[in-house]
């Protein structure tokens, strides 16, 4: 009974393995189980009779709070975030895509195999352990000794929430079986509309743009550039050189730039959810505020350039499915994976790069000079978890878009370069030289064109490359040759050159009213 009450125990207080999806066992103290050993304990003291229906019935309820647990404590280790399974359910297909084009195949089938088999094995686990508790508390002695057992967990643990002392080594797991209450509240509260009629109205978006007007104006979300690429000295000096070159690419193209510090709205992934905090100006940190956003008839950035007679294009690379969603924004035209027609050697799971993108778009709506200006979205998808392969960058940008847009020996080498799971440090790095080569190596490109570039972080890298506790900060860029217009980002906390502060200025969704700001008078 003892090895059945322990694996029982840690079945549902283990923790993650950081940065892994391992787990290791703990010293705390499960109060699902203090229940249930009460519960069985009391069934028996009436003499009412424990069927083996029943047993397996516990047993199914077991393993789910076990599955819930691990989903629980990964998703916090490794995104940063709490997990809410109805609305990022829908996300796991196109995940497990993903890790499936680039892990090793022998982790996918393992991945998969791993998927089938733990299921049966917690059942049949669970099932064991509880039949050894049910034949003990058949025996009177055995049913008063866990009776009492549950019991004083239940009131030790009633006691620290009422803020008695207890001691250092009693502590308590988070319960499981709250989240899925949550859950299913969570359901019923979004089927019903009440959480789209909670949402509140947004802000009042409008600008001037006096301090734009005429120029083409970028905002690029570069995917996963977080703080901590410009505060971990792991990462932070390898790149010193690829951002000094780019200080100089701005420089030398007559243009200036200024830096600060936004909290995002997410972390380690769902970056749409910052997209959306910035350009509606509304704070949307879950998918159950974007969805409920996104059915309503909202203001947004995108269409206040629209009225201003700007043609508005998103460039959407790693958009593989159909996004009627798109329409809440007020694009004029979305350049997605489809759209954009790449032919040329694989990168990941999306094939893909943020180089072809750019021209690609470039050559359709920014090359021609008799034309309204443009306000472009640029989504990036080249510094995207797992970070490799990294695409070379090509300064011949008219190659970009040919039929062999590299060298052989180029491609080799990128395509050689494997992620290592549990160090994707380097990986990140390469990404952001990338990155920063290609934005540099645009500005260059159009060097004699009036252009005001955003460049904002959309989150943090996920934790494997941020580390535990890590901030939800991100940097943004601003990017132009108009000095008003940079004055008045001065004005609102940002500071010269390329470098942020540490302190954020302003959360993501705040950032717009800066930005509105900066455009010209409101």
């Known amino acids: 009974m003892s090895a059945a009450l322990v694996l029982l125990n840690c079945s549902v207080t283990f923790r993650n393995v950081w940065p892994t999806l391992s787990i290791r066992p703990t010293s705390e103290i499960s109060l699902e189980l203090a229940i249930v050993l009460v519960l069985l304990a009391v069934l028996k003291g009436r003499g009412k009779f424990v069927s083996l229906n029943f047993v397996r019935g516990l047993s199914i309820i077991w393993s789910f709070l076990i599955v819930g647990r691990y989903i629980e404590i990964t998703t916090r280790s490794l995104y940063g975030r709490d997990v809410n399974v109805y609305w990022d359910f829908r996300h796991v297909p196109s995940v497990g895509a993903m890790f499936a084009t680039v892990a090793d195949p022998w982790l996918v089938i393992i991945g998969v195999g791993g998927a089938i088999l733990v299921p049966f094995v917690v059942y049949f686990a669970s099932f064991w352990a509880f039949t050894q508790i049910v034949n003990s508390v058949s025996r009177p002695g055995s049913r008063?000794?866990?009776?009492?057992?549950?019991?004083?967990?239940?009131l030790v643990f009633g006691f620290a929430q009422l803020g008695g002392r207890v001691a250092d080594g009693v502590r308590f797991a988070d319960p499981v079986s709250p989240a899925y209450a949550r859950e299913s509240f969570e359901f019923v509260y979004e089927m019903t509309g009440a959480g789209v009629a909670a949402l509140g109205d947004g802000p009042n978006i409008d600008s001037s743009l006096v301090n734009v007007a005429g120029a083409d104006v970028f905002v690029v979300f570069m995917e996963s550039y977080g703080a901590v690429s410009w505060q971990e000295p792991a990462l932070s000096e390898p790149l010193v050189t690829s951002r000094r070159n780019l200080e100089a690419d701005i420089r030398e193209t007559g243009r200036d730039v200024v830096s600060a510090m936004v909290e995002s709205t997410t972390f380690g992934g769902e970056s749409w959810l910052a997209h959306i905090s910035l350009l509606s100006g509304t704070?949307?940190?879950?998918?159950?505020?974007?969805?409920?956003l996104m059915a309503q008839n909202r203001d947004t950035l995108v269409k206040?350039?629209?009225?201003?007679?700007?043609?508005?294009?998103?460039?959407?690379?790693?958009?593989?499915?159909?996004?009627?969603?798109?329409a809440f924004y007020g694009f004029d035209d979305i350049y997605d994976y489809e759209r954009l027609g790449y032919t040329g050697p694989p990168f990941g799971w999306w094939s893909i790069n943020d180089q072809y993108a750019l021209?690609?778009?470039?050559?359709v709506e920014i090359s021609p000079r008799e034309r309204n200006p443009r306000f472009v979205f640029f989504s990036t998808i080249s510094t995207h978890a797992p970070f490799t392969p990294t695409p070379p960058y090509q300064e011949d940008w008219t190659r970009v878009l040919s039929a062999h847009p590299y060298d052989e020996v180029e491609l080799h080498e990128a395509w050689s370069d494997q992620p290592d799971w549990l160090n994707l440090g380097p990986s990140y790095v390469k990404a952001l030289r990338y990155s920063y080569s290609m934005i540099g190596g645009y500005l260059r490109f159009r060097a004699e064109r009036d252009l005001v570039m955003i460049l904002v972080g959309d989150h943090q890298p996920p934790a494997l490359v941020s580390g535990e506790a890590a901030?939800?900060?991100v940097?943004?860029?601003?990017?132009s040759s108009r000095e008003a217009l940079l004055d008045r980002f001065r004005a609102?906390?940002?500071g010269n050159g390329?470098?942020?502060?540490d302190v954020a200025v302003a959360r993501m969704d705040s950032l717009l009213l800066i930005l509105l700001d900066a455009f010209g008078s409101r």
């Open 283 to 292: 704070e949307v940190r879950d998918d159950r505020t974007n969805v409920r």
């Open 475 to 479: 940097p943004v860029h601003i990017v």
């Open 359 to 363: 021209a690609h778009v470039d050559s």
């Open 471 to 473: 901030s939800w900060n």
């Open 304 to 326: 206040l350039f629209g009225r201003n007679d700007y043609r508005t294009v998103a460039i959407v690379p790693g958009l593989l499915v159909s996004w009627p969603e798109g």
């Open 498 to 501: 390329l470098a942020p502060n």
């Open 144 to 154: 008063a000794g866990l009776a009492a057992v549950g019991t004083a967990v239940l």
């Open 492 to 494: 609102n906390g940002f």
